[in-house]
């Protein structure tokens, strides 16, 4: 079975900072990789999806951008944080005969 | 744009009761999925509905989709503690199941002794 893994758990960064957030992946290879973001009580947004190393679809204009330098890695990543980055970020594999989306552990972030 | 509506949004109900959440979409799909978050926590997936009048059962929790009607239902049957969470639905619009999904704004279900 498929494991996801994400790095770090938790982060406090100030406004400005650079930002790098990671997601490896276990048990599977050349997965459709998925980055979303969730507000502080609020439902989750695609950022970004990639179906292989190199390949990124962006969904939403922002200061972020996503890599997959590797099959199992997929990172996001910012120059200059904004206050309004602030969220859970969570990454989702495809795996399955259902093609369903399944969730790592998530990325806790606040801007400050 | 794919609409995705849950309601209600805050759902407070007795143990042993039963409840219904209903999901609205503006779009043609025949692919929907069930979620569960705990807080503070990651998605769980629960159910994953592929076909008109597909029907899903696991423990108290029953979901349905009816692809004609836009519609998606979360049935808690006899409600227990453990249920408490908040529920999302999403709708995959490709209907192909490798894209991307569209989420409802979720439900907050506790569950009250």
């Known amino acids: 079975s498929q494991t996801i893994h994400q790095w770090p758990a938790t982060l406090v960064q100030p406004v400005g900072s650079p930002l790098s957030l990671e997601c490896t992946v276990e048990?599977?290879?050349?997965?459709?990789l998925y980055w979303y973001r969730q507000a502080a009580g609020r439902g989750l947004q695609l950022l970004f999806y990639?179906?292989?190393?190199?390949?990124i679809s962006s969904e939403v204009p922002q200061n972020l951008s996503a890599s997959r330098p590797q099959d199992r890695q997929f990172i996001l990543s910012s120059k200059k944080l904004l206050l309004s980055d602030s969220g859970f970020y969570l990454c989702a594999l495809l795996a399955g005969e259902t093609d369903t989306q399944y969730f790592g552990p998530g990325t806790r972030l606040t801007v400050l | 744009e794919l609409k995705v509506e849950q309601n209600p949004l805050f759902l407070s109900m007795q143990e042993g009761k039963n409840y219904t959440i209903y999901c609205n979409y503006s779009t043609t799909s025949d692919r929907l999925y069930w979620y569960r978050q705990d807080p503070g926590k990651s998605l769980e997936s629960l159910f994953v509905?592929?076909?008109?009048?597909a029907v899903k059962q696991e423990g108290r929790l029953m979901a349905s989709l009816d692809t004609k009607a836009r519609l998606s239902t979360l049935h808690i049957t006899a409600a227990v503690h453990d249920l408490s969470a908040t529920y999302f639905c999403?709708?995959?619009?490709?209907?192909?199941?490798?894209?991307?999904?569209?989420f409802g704004t979720g439900t907050r279900l506790t569950i009250i002794p």
């Open positions: 509905l592929l076909s008109n009048g």
């Open positions: 999403a709708v995959d619009e490709s209907g192909e199941g490798n894209e991307k999904l569209t």
């Open positions: 990639s179906v292989g190393i190199g390949q």
């Open positions: 048990g599977t290879s050349n997965p459709n």
